[in-house]
């Protein structure tokens, strides 16, 4: 029995350095190399090993029965184990050999403006599965950085960049006067009535854009206006070229969940906030415009084994702390509590009364 439990005692601290081995090796590949590799064949006989010998570990090690903490240590790295080898594709395989559930382990869904949607094109293949329910894109927006930059340019080749705030001003030197931003728009309408034009900021909606006043070196003035999300046409004779940019910081898609024709579940994604729902997470991939519309692209992701990572991940934590502090911890705090508890709490009647 000594020779077993040293047996498996070393066995594990070699798979333990091979671990890390493996990972520095992974953290080199890129993230689909390195998924590629810790789900090839090799690579999941090691996992399905390492399992084998923290259970051996426990059956073994009696002493990890009576011992919560290491109990739970040993029995949340299981799980983990358990639940990586539950959501890869060798386990997803099985699922549907042992139980004929067939899951979509990722893939691309895109989805037009008010159309409700389920098809999802399998990421490595050629081949297109329909979910259980729809998602629907009520709208998809970009968000920018404010308040963004006015580029100007001569056509002889000068550069300038402005602030795109209101009362900002560059001069551009003696042949093309100075430039002025007069007003910022976010949601830029103009109302033409004869000859006269007056240019607002609508509520809601967003086109942003830059009321521009140009100084002539004449003296005189032309006014012009800067779009952030269409050119314009220039004048070829014109001696400036302008363009109004922002930063994008944040691509919104708002999703509806429908099944059964009904509303289930709605939220507004961004990049690493996804929608979760029905064992997938669907994330802001990218997005785009055709003929037919707006469109989001979702890159959707079965969730298969996350909770049982999640609790493994628990109990480690939970087993770790126990082990090291916790259990220390314990006693202090109870014998602090006993420290502080008044004579007499405890229904006893102190001596010279009664």
């Excluded at 050999?97 to 999802?120: A, D, H, S, Y």
């Excluded at 059964?260 to 994330?283: M, Q, R």
């Excluded at 999640?310 to 220390?328: D, I, K, P, S, T």
Aim: proline content about 5%; charged content about 20%; hydrophobic content about 40%.
């Amino acid at each position: 029995m000594v020779r077993l439990k040293r047996s498996i005692l070393w066995a594990c601290l070699l798979v333990i350095a091979a671990l890390t081995v493996l990972s520095v090796y992974g953290a080199f590949l890129g993230a689909d190399r390195a998924q590629a590799f810790f789900n090839s064949l090799p690579v999941v006989i090691y996992w399905g090993a390492f399992g084998v010998l923290l259970a051996a570990g426990i059956a073994v090690f009696r002493r990890l029965l009576w011992v919560p903490s290491l109990l739970s240590m040993h029995l949340g790295c299981i799980f983990i184990l358990a639940g990586g080898m539950w959501g890869s594709p060798l386990g997803q395989d099985l699922q549907k050999r042992l139980f004929g559930t067939e899951r979509i382990r990722k893939g691309q869904m895109p989805v037009l403006e008010g159309t409700p949607e389920n098809r999802v094109m399998v990421a490595d293949s050629n081949d297109t599965k329909e979910l259980p329910f729809s998602i629907r894109l009520r709208d998809f927006r970009i968000e920018y950085y404010e308040p963004g930059d006015l580029y100007i340019q001569s056509r002889d080749g000068r550069r300038w960049k402005l602030p795109a705030e209101a009362g900002r001003s560059q001069a551009l030197g003696k042949d093309l006067g100075t430039v002025t931003i007069q007003r910022a728009f976010r949601n830029f309408k103009m109302d033409i009535s004869g000859d006269e034009r007056i240019a607002y900021d609508a509520p809601g909606g967003l086109n942003p854009a830059l009321e521009v006043m140009i100084q002539k070196p004449d003296g005189s003035t032309a006014r012009r206006y800067v779009f952030l999300h269409r050119a314009g046409h220039g004048n070829p004779n014109d001696p400036l070229v302008m363009s109004y940019e922002q930063s994008p910081r944040d691509y919104v898609s708002e999703l509806e969940v429908i099944h059964d024709n009904t509303v289930v579940a709605s939220k507004d994604i961004e990049v690493n906030h996804p929608l979760h729902h029905g064992g997938y997470h669907f994330y802001q991939h990218s997005y785009g415009q055709n003929q037919m519309g707006e469109y989001t692209i979702l890159m959707v992701v079965s969730d298969a084994g996350l909770n049982i990572v999640y609790a493994g991940y628990a109990m480690l934590l939970v087993g770790v702390f126990w082990h090291f502090w916790g259990r220390r911890l314990w006693p202090a705090l109870r014998s602090r509590q006993a420290a502080c508890t008044p004579v007499g709490v405890s229904g006893e009647v102190p001596n010279g009364m009664g």
